[in-house]
């Protein structure tokens, strides 16, 4: 399984986007299923309609939230997997987010290693590997 | 109609989930057999096969001074 991280839906969904083609080609390539299905998070998911809904509009947020749901597998951070990515956020020295460790411990649940996404502090993170 | 269920033995099981998924089943007053039911169910549910690409989305321009939003995820919601 792969985890596809909030920048990629970001870079796909905004052709001025310096990543754009690097994540049409990236999707391109997980939807051959070469790293096996695919998911994301529910804590992703409200990130990259932050985004949208800040950046672009409310309207266009809807549209690719709807997409999004209708064609990606969504993992629901439950409260046991926010304590393990609280118990990784309070203790890392790395300048990772609290959504970032969960992304961590929703990697350690799906058991895969394989992680997308253009964030480079996650090539710090030993025992994954960025697909990017 | 009653169900009897069947007795499964199950290998690989992480010891830590496990004792976690144990004591949540205990404080929610379910038995393991019933909550183990409920979990598959959940497992597919989730795993139902999605019938569109999602590369069939049509993408647009942001316009300039939205070339670096992908990278700027942290700084947008949080402000870093």
């Known amino acids: 399984m792969i985890l596809i991280d909030a920048n990629i839906f970001l870079a796909f969904e905004n052709k001025d986007d310096i990543f754009h083609k690097n994540a049409i080609t990236l999707f391109q390539t997980i939807e051959t299923e070469e790293f096996g299905k695919y998911f994301t998070t529910d804590y992703i998911f409200n990130e990259v309609i932050g985004v949208i809904n800040r950046k672009y509009g409310k309207e266009r947020a809807v549209l690719f939230g709807s997409h999004i749901l209708?064609?990606?597998?969504?993992?629901?951070?439950?409260?046991?997997?926010?304590?393990?990515?609280?118990?990784?956020?309070?203790?890392?020295?790395?300048?990772?987010s609290l959504v970032d460790c969960t992304n961590l411990v929703a990697l350690k649940l799906?058991?895969?290693k394989y992680i997308a996404t253009f964030d480079k502090e996650f090539l710090k993170v030993k025992g994954i590997i960025i697909i990017s | 109609m009653f169900n009897m269920g069947i007795q499964i033995t199950v290998r690989d099981v992480d010891p830590e989930v496990f004792r976690n998924f144990k004591a949540d089943v205990v404080k929610?007053?379910?038995?393991?057999?019933?909550?183990?039911?409920?979990?598959?169910?959940?497992f597919k549910a989730e795993l139902q096969i999605?019938?569109?690409?999602?590369?069939?989305?049509?993408s647009i321009s942001w316009g300039k001074g939205t070339e670096n939003i992908s990278q700027d995820v942290d700084k947008i919601l949080y402000g870093e």
């Open chain 1, 70 to 96: 209708e064609t990606v597998y969504i993992h629901i951070i439950d409260e046991h997997l926010l304590e393990e990515a609280w118990k990784v956020f309070s203790t890392t020295t790395l300048r990772l």
């Open chain 2, 28 to 42: 929610s007053g379910l038995t393991l057999g019933a909550a183990l039911n409920l979990a598959m169910g959940k």
């Open chain 2, 50 to 58: 999605k019938n569109k690409k999602f590369t069939e989305w049509e």
């Open chain 1, 110 to 112: 799906a058991n895969t």
